[in-house]
C-alpha cells in the first residue's frame, strides 16, 4: 500500500507542469481557472462580503444579548436592613442606587452592560439587591450632625469587622458590652474592600471615584474630610492610629508601636485614647488594629481574632464610662476565610458589609 500511494504521489507531482525537471513555463489551463475564479471573486465579492457581515452580525447578535451568567456579575442579596432596589458597584469606584434592573447583557468581548433606570453601566464590579441604606459614607453625615450639635464625637473604628463577624460574635457571646448596646446598623462599605479605600470613603463621605484613593498606595487626600470641616466649625479633631497613618492628611495624628511587645498594638491605642479623653478633641478617632491582623494570620472567626474582639469589647466598655459625647462604632471593611487564614479586598457578603453602632448624647 506504501508503494502504491508513494507511486500515485508522484503521479500526481509529474503532472504538474512547474514541477518537473525545473520548466517554470506558467501552464495556460492553469491561467484559464486561476482567472475563472478570480474573476468569480470579483464579481460576488460584494455579496461574499454582506455574506460574512450578515453571518458575523447574527453570531455577535447571540453572544451580546445573551444573559449573564450569574457567576460573572456578582449579585450579593441583602435580607437585613434593607431597601428596596439595587447599589451598583461602578468600575470607577462610585456606587449607584437605583431602582430597576432592566437588563444585564454580555458583549463579543466579554464586557458587561447593565441598563438600570435607563442608564447604561459599562463593566460594574457588582450589584446588592435590597441594599441597606446606611453605607460607610453615612459616618461623616453623623458626624457633621453631632458637631453642627455642639456634641463631641468618639469613633471607634474597628479594622476588618464586618458585619457577618460581627453577628457572629454577638451570637457568641464574645462582645458582651456591645451587645448591651444594641444592634448596629448594617451598611454597605465601598470597593475594593481595604482599608486606604474605605478609610477614604468613611472620613469624606463620598466614594472613591471622588476620593481618588482605589488602592494602598498612599496618595494625598484631595478632598475635604470630617477634620477639615471640623476645623471650618473651629473644632478640634485628632486621630490614633497604630504605626503608620494610613491615609494622607493635615489631622493631627499619634502613632504607636506595640512597646510592650505582646504582639498587639491594641493596647497601646486603648492607654493613649483613655488618656485624651480626659481632654478629648470634639472629633477623635480611634483606629484599632489587631483584629484584622490577627484575622489575617489565623482567620476572621478563628479564636485568637475573636479573643481580640473580646479584649477591644472590655477596652471600649472603658472608653464609653469616660466620655459623654456622641460616639460612633464601626470598621472599615470585612473579611473572609483564604484557607487557613483571611483576606478582604473582594465584593463578596463578608467583606462588603460593615457594622456602624450610633450613641448620640442628649
Ligand atoms: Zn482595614
Ligand atoms: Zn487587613
Known amino acids: ?35 475563472i475564479i478570480i474573476r468569480n471573486i470579483v464579481m460576488n465579492r460584494k455579496f461574499i462580503f454582506l455574506s460574512l457581515i450578515a453571518i458575523l452580525s447574527f453570531f455577535a447578535g447571540i453572544i451580546s ?15 437585613e436592613d434593607q431597601e428596596t432596589g439595587f447599589a451598583v458597584f461602578t468600575e470607577d469606584g462610585d456606587i449607584l442606587y437605583v431602582n430597576n434592573i432592566e437588563s444585564i447583557e454580555r458583549s463579543i468581548t466579554g464586557s458587561i452592560t447593565v441598563i438600570a433606570d435607563g442608564i447604561k453601566i ?12 446606611k453605607s460607610i459614607m453615612s459616618i461623616k453625615d453623623k458626624v457633621i450632625k453631632s458637631l453642627s450639635s455642639n456634641n463631641q464625637v468618639l469613633i471607634i473604628y474597628i479594622d476588618g469587622l464586618g458585619y457577618n463577624l460581627y453577628r457572629k460574635a454577638l451570637d457568641l457571646g464574645i462582645i458582651p458590652y456591645l451587645e448591651s448596646l444594641g444592634k448596629a446598623e448594617k451598611a454597605l462599605t465601598v470597593y475594593p474592600t481595604i482599608t486606604d479605600v474605605t478609610f477614604a470613603a468613611m472620613v469624606t463621605g463620598i466614594t472613591p471615584k471622588y476620593t481618588g ?81 490577627f484575622a489575617h494570620k489565623y482567620g476572621p472567626g478563628s479564636d485568637e481574632a ?15 464610662d469616660n466620655y459623654d459625647g456622641d460616639v460612633i462604632i464601626t470598621a472599615d471593611h470585612g473579611m473572609h476565610d483564604e484557607g487557613e487564614s483571611g483576606a478582604h479586598g473582594t465584593f463578596s457578603e463578608s467583606d462588603l458589609f460593615i457594622p456602624i453602632w450610633t450613641r448620640v448624647s442628649l
Open 65 to 79: 444579548f445573551m444573559p449573564t451568567d450569574a457567576g460573572e456579575l456578582p449579585i450579593l442579596k441583602n435580607e
Open 122 to 133: 459599562s463593566n460594574p464590579i457588582g450589584i446588592v439587591e435590597n441594599p441597606p441604606s
Open 306 to 320: 475573636l479573643t481580640q474582639l473580646g479584649i477591644l469589647d472590655s477596652y471600649i466598655k472603658d472608653l464609653l
Open 213 to 293: 484613593i482605589h488602592s494602598r498606595e498612599k496618595k494625598l487626600l484631595e478632598v475635604s474630610t470630617i477634620f477639615d470641616e471640623a476645623a471650618a466649625m473651629g473644632k478640634t479633631s485628632k486621630v490614633i492610629e497604630g504605626n503608620m497613618q494610613i491615609i494622607t492628611d493635615e489631622v493631627e495624628t499619634l502613632l504607636n508601636i506595640d512597646e510592650n511587645g505582646n504582639g498587639t498594638i491594641d493596647d497601646e491605642i486603648y492607654n493613649v485614647a483613655l488618656e485624651e479623653l480626659k481632654d478629648p478633641q470634639d472629633v477623635l478617632l480611634v483606629h484599632f488594629h489587631s483584629y484584622d491582623d
Open 1 to 35: 500500500m506504501a508503494h502504491n500511494r508513494q507511486g500515485i504521489n508522484r503521479n500526481v507531482y509529474t503532472s504538474i507542469p512547474w514541477k518537473g525537471n525545473g520548466n517554470r513555463q506558467f501552464p495556460s489551463w492553469t491561467a484559464f481557472y486561476f482567472i
